[in-house]
Every structure is written in C-alpha cells, then in structure tokens.
C-alpha cells in the first residue's frame, strides 16, 4: 500500500504519471495508449470534443473505472485505482459536474456529509470551526456556514463542493466542467478559487469546453480526440491550432475567419 499521506510533494514535483492507459468497454474503444502528468502546483487543462474521452478518463482515475492495460504512478509509485475509496485515501478528489450538494441542508452539513464519523465525530462545533478555516483559507464568498445550500449561488455551490473535496488533505483535485452555466461573476470567482488551490500546491485538472476560462488558469492544456492524445499545449496557443487539435481539422471557421483578417488587414495597409 502506498503510503502518501508521508509525503509531502515539492511544487513540480510529478504527482501523477498516466502510461499508455487504455480502456474498452466490450468492443468499444474508449482510451487508446493515454499519456498524462500532472505535477504538484500545476493547472492541467483537459479537453476534446464530446466523445474524445475525457469524461472516461476522469472516472478511471477517480477509480470508477478499471483500466484494460496501461499504468498509473502515484507519487512515484504503481498504484491500482480499483475503487473511489481508494482514489480517495491516496489522495485524488473529484468534483463532478452535477456536484452531489444536498440543497435541504447547510455548508456545514455537505461539507462533512459522509465523513461525520472521523475525525470529527459529529461534534457539531468544531465541524463548523473547521468549515469557517477551510472556507477562508479559500477566500470564498460564503455569507454562512449555516446557509441552506438552496440560497447559494451557483459559483457558491462550487466553492463548497471544491471545498469539501479539500477536506481530507488530497494531494489531486479533479474538476468536471467547473463553470458550466455560471454567469461571469460567479465563473471568475471560480477560477480565482482554482488558483488558490493550486497556489496551496495541488496539482489540478480541470475539464472545460470554454477555452477562455482554460486560457486563464490552465499552465498546461491536454488534448484528446476520440480517445487519443492529440497534443499539449501552453495557455498561449492560438484558437486555430487547439481548434484544429480538438476537431483534426486545419479547415475551420476559426482559421477561415483569421483569413479573413490577414486578408482584411493588408487590403486596408494597400491603401494608406
């Protein structure tokens, strides 16, 4: 058993190393030879059309899904994945899209659901302590532990879910479409979280279709197309190339329209 809990990773220090990992459900490829790092203190940017095979790679390495072949390192060391209890005690959390809050009930009380008995043992008031630490080592904008989560905002929820995923001191946070349907405050107030947890010396991935919100925290960006590495790229890469990464076509709209505009451009300097 690999006992990370010891270990305390030096920022870009390698967390997480993925070797050829595959996965096929019956005939069905859905992972083919994936490669993947992650280091200590890093945005890693995971992207691809639908079906490229992100959402497939995020539940093998939260341990809902078993590899067909392939390795994964952790902290430097084989480890299985064979269930979410394990991700977890190794220290890989995920916050997944739908969140799984409990609206009836207060931050307090979805931050510690399902971890009430340790180390905590329901004492009500150093949970609440605990939450209010948590919560402002995160400079999150929560009026109350004691709010309903029903009354939160949507860029709230996500605080207290990435909140709860922090609880037991993972070394990984893995998050699904982070901002999806949010507006433009409450998606800010998110990425500016994800920096901060990043900042505390996680290594995080996220999973995103807004490449301006990957732009604007990711220091590295992983491409999948049908469920395949396609490319790594830096948060400078132009629209064309991810565009063209993503999609495996040259030819887009994207690279049409900068036609366009080169075309545009020297059309206007002819004539000064």
């Known amino acids: 058993m690999v006992q990370t809990d010891t270990i305390v990773p030096e920022k870009g220090s390698i967390l997480l190393r993925l070797s050829k990992i595959s996965k096929k459900f019956g005939a069905v490829s859905a992972l083919t030879d994936i490669n993947l790092e992650v280091r200590a203190g890093e945005v890693v940017a995971l992207v691809g059309d639908n079906g ?17 072949s ?15 209890s394990r991700a977890l005690e ?9 969140l799984a809050l409990c609206e009836n009930l207060d931050v307090v009380a979805n931050l510690f659901l399902g971890h009430e008995m340790s180390p905590w043992n329901l004492d009500e008031v150093a949970m609440e302590v605990r939450a209010w630490t948590l919560l402002k080592e995160l400079a999150a904008r929560i009026p109350s532990v004691r709010e309903p989560i029903a009354s939160l905002s949507g860029g709230q929820r996500q605080t207290v ?16 479409e982070p901002t999806a349907a949010l507006g433009v405050a409450q998606t800010a107030e998110v990425l500016n979280l994800i920096e901060r947890v990043r900042d505390r010396g996680l290594g995080v991935i996220i999973i995103s279709h807004n490449m301006e919100d990957v732009r604007a925290v ?3 960006i992983v491409v999948l197309r049908l469920g395949r590495n396609n490319g790594v790229f830096e948060p400078d890469a132009s629209n064309q190339e991810l565009v063209a990464s993503i999609t495996g076509a040259t030819e887009n709209s994207v690279s049409r329209r ?15």
Request: aromatic share 2%; charged share 20%.
């Open 52 to 68: 490229a095979g992100k959402s497939t790679l995020v539940k093998v390495l939260a341990g809902v899904h078993q590899p067909t």
């Open 70 to 84: 392939g390795t994964i390192e952790f902290c430097g060391q084989d480890v299985s994945l064979d269930s979410p």
């Open 90 to 98: 190794l220290g890989i959390a995920t916050v997944f899209q739908d």
């Open 161 to 176: 879910a990435i909140a709860r995923s922090l609880l037991l001191d993972p070394k990984i946070i893995m998050l699904d």
């Open 218 to 220: 990711a220091d590295r």
């Open 258 to 272: 900068n036609e366009r505009k080169a075309g545009h451009t020297e059309t206007t300097g002819s004539t000064l």
